[in-house]
């Protein structure tokens, strides 16, 4: 199995400020299946907008798909992201598009045909339990079911990687028990999983995934998987 | 779910229904009622110059002054002979002197109508614009004080102002046309900042620069079109009452302005145009405001 991500002694700095991540180094290989864990501000979000290209290191490297994502160049940045899907903390849904719009727009975005979008955004939308709110508009929607669609827009174009920035945090346990095995289902399809949360119960339902710690910007390896080459001690 | 297939559609829901859309079609409407409005001068100035040119092309007046009355008039008549033998000459006839006496009778009263006052005879040509030279010999070869003037000559001023009149109607067009793409620059950076989450999200989930200035460009050629069809069609109609008041004047220079139907389908071409030049406008701002970005 291959490494799809590779981070060698990353740091990110917003502006002029202090560090927010620094020597940041880890290998995910590919169809692993992560959790992100670490207080508030430890640094959690931040790792994770390296990893979906939201940022740009300020130092070090990280590799992308056997590619130096830093180095990118812009007319490339959109085919990468369409390879990662993301669930945002504060689920970004277009307020202005339907429950089905908004799962569907990862796709159109790809240029999917109309007349192959329907079946898959239906099929999402019955997994995540929303069916009958398919025109609803996010502003109508609980927080809940607002963070049901954007897990749904994140998957339904079978990304490569799936990061997820506290997906379950809005949602009752059996419904985040649905999604987890959501999750699952696409990791043994062959998505990598990066899932950030607080979610001590999440965490011990897959007692396969590996856990990643954040503390000050600094990542600690508490299953000791993540050295890079991986399993070296 | 038919609507929801539709791309075109989801390009205007993800952008929404704004109040600035209207304030953009309302500029439009105004920018293309002026654009319209020049463009009309100038080709109808074109028209009225061409129309002008082609009836004072060729066209003399030969001036013999001879106090001599028995002279001027051997002189006048071997005058017409001879020009008419030159090549190129379609007509020639003496002006009719009692209708130049009765001209000059307000400045000279009755003395104008005296046979001993030498008036000068007049003889109008129409010939061939390249045989002008040859009635000039002639004419001098046959009464050598006479003189050959140009029609084209003396209403050369009148030529210039309608040429200056045309050059302004153009500038005009072309500054409402850079205006009309300013105003799209500005539209679209608003549009850009208005619609940042939208962007944002778009580029996390693959979008190109070009698929988000698409989204910008249909918007803005959208209001262009609409609002430059109601400028232009208000325009023409008040070219064509205009032209219909032109027409009653009888003047031949104003009634030469009319406009051609190549001239109206032009005018109607011109919201296109714009839409056109907004939307280069608008593809330009936006590639280059988020080339600057992550």
């Given at each position: 199995m291959g490494n799809i991500v590779h981070f060698e002694n990353v740091g990110l700095r917003y502006g002029?400020?202090?560090?927010?991540?620094?020597d940041v180094s880890f290998t995910l290989a590919t169809g692993g299946f992560y959790f992100l864990t670490g207080a508030s501000g430890a640094g959690k979000t931040s790792l994770l907008k390296l990893l979906y290209l939201a940022q740009r290191p300020t130092r070090g490297v990280v590799r992308l798909f056997g590619e130096d994502a830093g180095a990118l160049p812009r007319a490339r940045l959109p085919g990468f992201r369409r390879r990662i899907g993301v669930v945002f903390q504060d689920f970004r849904?277009?307020?202005?598009?339907?429950a089905y719009d908004n799962v569907a727009l990862p796709l159109r975005v790809a240029g999917v045909r109309e007349s192959e979008i329907e079946a898959p955004v239906m099929e999402m939308l019955a997994w995540v339990g929303l069916s009958a709110r398919v025109t609803a508009k996010p502003p109508t929607l609980s927080g809940g079911e607002q963070q049901r669609i954007a897990i749904a827009r994140a998957v339904i174009a079978r990304p490569e990687i799936l990061v997820a920035d506290e997906?379950?945090?809005?949602?009752d346990p059996e419904m985040a028990d649905r999604l987890l095995h959501l999750f699952e289902a696409l990791n043994r399809l062959g998505t990598t999983i990066v899932v950030a949360t607080h979610d001590l119960h999440l965490i011990r339902r897959i007692p396969q995934a590996h856990l990643m710690r954040v503390e000050k910007g600094k990542l600690v390896d508490?299953?000791?998987?993540?050295r890079h080459p991986p399993g070296a001690a | 779910m038919t609507s929801l297939r539709r791309s075109g559609a989801i390009d205007l829901k993800l952008l929404g229904q704004g109040q600035r859309s209207w304030v953009m079609a309302g500029i439009m409407a105004i920018m293309l009622f002026l654009t319209v409005l020049s463009g009309a001068l100038g080709l109808g100035v074109a028209r009225s110059a061409g129309g002008l040119d082609r009836q004072l092309a060729g066209q003399l007046t030969v001036q013999l002054v001879e106090p001599d009355a028995a002279l001027r008039d051997s002189r006048a008549k071997a005058l017409v002979v001879g020009i008419a033998r030159v090549p190129g000459v379609a007509r020639v006839r003496e002006a009719d002197r009692a209708r130049l006496a009765a001209l000059l009778q307000p400045w000279l009263?009755?003395?104008?109508?005296?046979?001993?006052?030498?008036m000068p005879v007049l003889i109008d040509v129409t010939a061939a614009p390249n045989a002008a030279a040859a009635v000039a010999a002639a004419a001098r070869r046959i009464a050598p004080g006479v003189r050959v003037d140009s029609s084209a000559r003396w209403l050369s001023p009148v030529r210039g102002l309608l040429a200056t009149l045309f050059w302004v109607a153009i500038g005009l067009v072309v500054v409402i046309a850079a205006a009309t793409a300013g105003v799209a620059l500005l539209v679209a950076r608003a549009g850009l900042d208005t619609h940042r989450d939208t962007i944002d999200v778009l580029h996390m989930l693959g979008s190109t620069d070009l698929q988000v200035a698409r989204l910008l460009q249909r918007r803005i050629a959208r209001d262009t079109l609409l609002g430059g069809a109601i400028g232009t069609l208000a325009a023409l109609a008040l070219v064509a009452l205009f032209q219909t008041k032109l027409a009653l004047t009888g003047s031949e220079v104003l009634g030469g302005a009319t406009l051609a139907p190549i001239d109206w389908t032009l005018l109607l071409l011109l919201p296109i145009g714009f839409a056109l030049l907004a939307t280069v406008a608008t593809r330009m701002t936006v590639l280059r405001t988020l080339g600057l970005k992550l």
């Open positions: 002029t400020g202090p560090e927010t991540l620094s849904l277009l307020p202005q598009l339907s997906p379950t945090g809005n949602v508490p299953t000791g998987l993540l | 009263g009755d003395a104008g109508l005296d046979p001993d006052l030498p």
